[in-house]
């Protein structure tokens, strides 16, 4: 693996060991985000591009240093990696930990950051924030009912920056969390603590 960012590079090397993943079916999911028309297609693509550009996001920020806590209490609905099945049709595998609770239960953020973007509308992720955590780092917090922070500014680790919900490609209320180095999506699980 090389890494460049903010100037310097480096190499590292790991062993890469299998993984096994399940299978989950999940039905109710709306229509148009698991087989989109013309129009809502075009919509994803470019709600799409909004998303990788925050994602790329290089600033030199250390928050990333510091240990992550959950972003909500709830049951786990759903992990990644798992092959997902939406309304019969077979999906691309989650890249991200589901945390299911009732609709306006508190989500923090899971490190400081700043807020790269804050969008309240999206087809496929509802409301949506990304939070920048520094050198690649970054959390992801989707399908939420309400945003309570703006694009720009800065957020302490456990500060409630909006609600559960189940907007966008949701079949019921949950926080979608995902943490990106760039645009590589990990394992949320890896770096959580054990207990939320």
Not at 33 to 43: G, L
Not at 142 to 171: D, K, L, P
């Amino acid at each position: 693996l090389q890494i460049k960012a903010a100037g310097c590079s480096a190499t590292l090397k790991f062993p890469v060991a299998q993984r096994s993943y399940r299978t989950e079916r999940i039905d109710g999911v709306p229509k148009n985000t698991v087989t989109p028309d013309a129009a809502t297609a075009k919509r994803i693509a470019i709600e799409g591009a909004m998303i990788q550009k925050a994602r790329a996001v290089d600033s030199d920020l250390l928050f990333w240093r510091q240990p992550f806590q959950w972003p909500a209490t709830g049951r786990i609905s759903g992990v990644y990696g798992s092959q997902r099945i939406l309304n019969g049709v077979p999906s691309s595998p989650h890249l991200g930990l589901d945390i299911a609770a009732a609709t306006g239960t508190s989500v923090v953020a899971a490190l400081p950051g700043k807020v790269s973007l804050a969008h309240g509308d999206m087809i496929m992720t509802g409301k949506t924030l990304i939070v920048d955590h520094g050198f690649g780092i970054n959390t992801i917090y989707i399908h939420m009912s309400e945003i309570a922070v703006q694009q720009g500014q800065i957020v302490n680790a456990g500060e409630r920056i909006g609600a559960i919900g189940s907007t966008g490609r949701s079949s019921g209320p949950h926080l979608h969390f995902q943490v990106q180095w760039y645009q590589e999506k990990l394992d949320p699980a890896l770096v959580l603590p054990l207990k939320n």
